[in-house]
Nanobody, 119 residues
């Protein structure tokens, strides 16, 4: 299983961005999908998560501004980010928990996409 993230970029404070992350491979089933971020000099933190049934969770710092969603048919997770703040600047990583045909439970990370919010 591999994850490919896209959608990062430079945006002014108050603007919006939409991140996407698609899983590829064969014979697997994706369970939880999450977005994490890591700002310069800080630890990686969980931003938002969504289960296979659609239950969501958010970090307090982004609740009400970010929305996580997924398309199970496409094995893709999205992160809609609105009202962006300079403190949202970070590399954003998608992560997915999966079960492969073995069956083996695993976790995979995407390559990261940079979001820069200018003041």
């Amino acid at each position: 299983v591999q994850l490919q993230a896209s959608g990062g970029g430079l945006v002014q404070a108050g603007g919006s961005l939409r991140l996407s992350c698609a899983a590829s491979g064969s014979g697997f089933r994706i369970n939880d999908m999450n977005w994490h971020r890591q700002a310069p000099g800080k630890q990686r933190e969980l931003v938002a998560g969504i289960s296979s049934s659609g239950s969501t969770k958010y970090a307090v710092s982004v609740k009400g501004r970010f929305t996580i969603s997924r398309d199970n048919a496409k094995n893709t997770v999205y992160l809609q980010m609105n009202s962006l703040k300079p403190e949202d600047t970070a590399v954003y990583y998608c992560e997915a928990d999966y079960i492969d045909p073995a069956p083996v439970v695993g976790r995979v990370w995407g390559q990261g996409t940079l979001v820069t919010v200018s003041s």
